[in-house]
């Protein structure tokens, strides 16, 4: 009884940290913005080309800005940084350090695929969309359900530990079982595993694997123009607006893991919270990237 009640908690806390920024009426604004934003960029790149004094400072700003209200749209990054910070016992540093190096790679990527596709492969704007939005884009949405996965299975992994130790004490204490001859949640090594270089490595991958379409096009044009550098540093600050808004993300599934926890202690089941909130937080990573990959969410 316990548990279900902690579960149903701990539900609607992931749902309303990660279900609200998709209220429709902030979708149309997000692509209503990217949009104006995007014609921002293609003026700006024009305004460079033709030596218009300020067009560097108006592209950087109009990038920034794409960057930022991209992120509040159609894209994984949040879900996967949010599921992992409901999920997970990692720090909010830590977590803030992933969506940082996410999105930079993401622009990195961006930049080599396309300067680098052009350069050394002579392919065309429209080969390099293709291979992002076709192929790229589906192999990000299956490594994000894979971790979702490895968080379902780490939930449920804690759960039969708890099973098979025969009781939950429903208090809050820092020891190993060396008092009861079991342990009392997560082990130390446990509670680190999400920090991991090799998993750290995997969630940067996952959400940088498929470049940002804005990047795109913005690295055309500018490649086209003969004003790469430009391009290139535009993207840079492009993938800073979108850490912008995923370090916010951060910081509230950090803070909605604290109320899980506080609650799961009122209700006498702490030790239950993490692999509870494990469960649901990769369930909703996986079902997120199954929609991404069915072409149901706007």
Not at 144 to 149: R, S
Request: proline share 3%; aromatic share 6%; hydrophobic share 55%.
């Amino acid at each position: 009884m316990r548990l279900a009640l902690v579960i149903g908690v701990c539900g609607l806390i992931v749902l309303a940290l990660l279900m609200v920024p998709d209220l429709s009426g902030l979708a149309h604004w997000a692509v209503e913005q990217q949009r104006a934003f995007q014609n921002e960029m293609a003026g700006a790149v024009r305004g460079l080309r033709a030596g218009n004094p300020g067009a560097t400072a108006a592209l950087l700003t109009a990038a920034g800005a794409y960057g930022f209200v991209h992120a509040a749209g159609p894209g994984h990054g949040k879900y996967l940084i949010g599921g992992v910070g409901v999920g997970s016992r990692v720090s909010m540093a830590r977590l803030l350090v992933i969506a940082v190096l996410s999105s930079l790679a993401q622009a990195a990527w961006a930049i080599l695929l396309v300067y680098g596709g052009f350069a050394l492969l002579e392919v065309s704007a429209q080969s390099v969309t293709t291979l992002a939005e076709d192929y790229l884009a589906p192999a990000s949405y299956l490594v994000i359900g894979l971790i979702g996965v490895v968080l379902v299975w780490r939930g449920l992994r804690g759960l039969a530990r708890q099973r098979t130790s025969g009781h939950d004490h429903g208090h809050d204490h820092d020891h190993d079982g060396a008092c009861c001859g079991h342990a009392h949640g997560p082990t130390p090594d446990e509670v680190a595993a999400l920090g991991s270089v090799r998993e750290t490595l995997a969630l940067v991958g996952s959400i940088a694997v498929r470049p940002c379409t804005g990047a795109i096009f913005l690295l055309v044009i500018a490649w086209q123009m003969d004003i790469r550098a430009a391009g290139a540093a535009a993207v840079i600050v492009m993938g800073l607006g979108t850490a912008t808004l995923t370090g916010l993300v951060a910081v509230s599934s950090i803070a909605a893991r604290g109320m899980g926890q506080a609650s799961a202690s009122r209700f006498g089941a702490a030790a239950r919270i993490g692999p509870a909130l494990q469960i649901l937080a990769g369930g909703f990573v996986i079902w997120m990237s199954v929609l991404f990959l069915g072409g149901g969410v706007w």
